[in-house]
């Protein structure tokens, strides 16, 4: 072995893992029974830029057993803490930050449980120790009063759970985390420190995922027919949806999108699949496409479904369709593809397409838009071939649209300065495609129009035989 090579091999054993690895924390659950404060990272700063204490603790689970954990908090974050615990713990004193902090912050937090043990009992401690809550059983907008119950009681914890680090692209198919259940709540409940701030914190994060990143032209993702590189819709990259820092053209919203798949009904594939048996599962389509593929879910759903289509998903985004080719790697999903293609104009030949899905699409985009989206799958789809929209729910009754896009645009127009809701084009869906009344326009018969749930509803129109 060659002395350098020795040398490497030295160091990688030598290093604390987190230093050279992802690591993805899962939520702790029990009554902490140590904690100490074990190390300063003035030299490597997290997310937000500044300088950590590291925590680690230990905690016993309702079933007896000892878990361990860590933290990482600064020192503002120990004097919120502080400032928030009861008066009753007053004879506990958080130590000035000056000189041999590490020892007297380590000194505090064993003092926290040994002396003080009730503290170490309270939701304000475990939230400090970012245990105790995972986020998992919110059921963000499965129907309209859970969507109230999350704006404005489920419970969000007051300091955030620790976050991951992913290393590499393909971590981005791990489980969602309970600090990821944290920030997308946080991205809506965020009046204690302001937008600007929040976006920040969001911003800060987002870049700690990973890229994924192709060629300087995104050539790897064409799809075929395509010969120069894509040019975006003028509103695609101007004002974003969900806050999504840098939009879906920033490859590492990536796994933060991915990370909402147990929040959306429509990005579950346990729902997808018994709907879209139902609705297709007696058709036989030979080509399928999934417009706005995203992260992919109805695209691989449908290939299960079918396995003897030809499925094609397609997305603006090339990052999303790279995520795609690694999760169809994973699951062995042979007969679906994905490349870069404009739903609005495709290279596609005319009528070659039994079925057109599109998931969560039209509603975010303007209306001339989506409307030519739809026309081209008209023009996608043979006759007799049917489009299949699993998207926001079009309101029938007008005051039920207005507060429908007064809530999701606060109110302001996509194409101006001022702060937008999380669907800048909520208005442009609701009041200017009226997706069940466009789709008939066009020549589509429809088919099943369903109220699934108070935020999503199911559109299915064929493209008939003959025009009359
Ligand atoms: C909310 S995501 C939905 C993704 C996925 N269908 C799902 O249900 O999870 C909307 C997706 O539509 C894509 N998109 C928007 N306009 C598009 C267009 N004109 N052509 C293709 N994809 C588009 C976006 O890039 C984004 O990935």
């Known amino acids: 072995m060659a002395w350098w090579s020795l040398g490497v091999f030295l160091l990688a054993i030598s290093l604390p893992s987190p230093l050279i690895a992802s690591y993805f924390p899962e939520a702790i659950f029990g009554t ?149 259940n944290y920030i997308f709540m946080r991205s809506f409940r965020f009046e204690d420190i302001g937008f600007e701030a929040f976006s920040e914190y969001y911003q800060n994060y987002v870049a700690t995922l990973p890229v994924f990143a192709g060629e300087d032209d995104e050539s790897d993702v064409w799809a075929p027919g395509m010969v120069t590189p894509m040019k975006y819709p003028y509103h695609y990259d101007k004002t974003y949806v969900h806050f999504t820092p840098g939009g879906y053209l920033n490859g590492r919203s990536v796994r933060m999108s991915y990370s909402t798949y147990n929040k959306f009904n429509f990005e579950n594939e346990v729902i997808l699949k018994p709907w879209f048996q139902q609705l297709h599962g007696r058709r036989a389509p030979k080509r399928i496409l999934d417009v706005g593929t995203g992260n992919c879910g109805s695209a691989f759903v449908l290939g299960e479904i079918f396995p003897q289509a030809e499925v094609i998903g397609i997305d603006l985004a090339p990052a999303y369709i790279r995520f795609c080719r690694l999760w169809k790697e994973q699951r062995g999903a042979k007969n679906v593809f994905f490349y870069q293609a404009n739903g609005e104009m495709t290279p596609f030949e005319s009528g070659s397409f039994d079925l057109i899905q599109f998931t969560y699409v039209l509603h975010e985009m303007p209306q001339e838009n989506s409307k030519r989206v739809l026309r081209e799958i008209h023009r996608l789809l043979k006759p007799g071939g049917v489009v299949s929209g699993f998207d926001v729910l079009y309101w029938k009754d007008p005051e039920w649209r207005k507060m429908n896009v007064e809530s999701n645009t606060y109110g302001v127009d996509w194409n101006s300065t001022a702060q937008h809701g999380p669907e800048p084009y909520m208005d442009e869906y609701q009041n200017g495609l009226q997706l069940p009344s466009y789709l008939q326009e066009i020549g589509f018969q429809i088919q099943h129009n369903i109220r699934y749930s108070n935020v999503d509803g199911i559109y299915v129109a064929r493209k008939p035989h003959f025009h009359l």
């Not at 300063?40 to 603790?57: A, C, N």
């Not at 041999?100 to 064993?110: E, F, G, P, R």
């Open 32 to 180: 902490p029974v140590k904690a100490s404060v074990v190390s300063y990272e003035k030299d490597s700063l997290d997310f937000r830029g500044q300088p950590v204490y590291r925590i680690e603790f230990t905690v016993r689970t309702e079933g007896g057993e000892e878990v361990e954990g860590f933290i990482h908090r600064s020192y503002a974050d120990f004097q919120h803490f502080d400032s928030l615990k009861s008066w009753y713990y007053k004879d506990l004193r958080l130590p000035a930050n000056t000189g041999n902090t590490l020892a007297k912050l380590d000194a505090y937090m064993k003092a926290s449980i040994t002396d003080y043990d009730s503290l170490a009992q309270t939701t304000l401690y475990g939230d400090f120790l970012g245990i105790n809550w995972d986020g998992n059983d919110i059921k963000y907008l499965k129907n309209f009063l859970t969507f109230m119950k999350f704006l404005l009681s489920d419970r969000l914890p007051i300091f955030p759970p620790e976050p991951p680090v992913f290393d590499t692209e393909k971590d981005a198919l791990v489980p969602v985390m309970p600090f990821e």
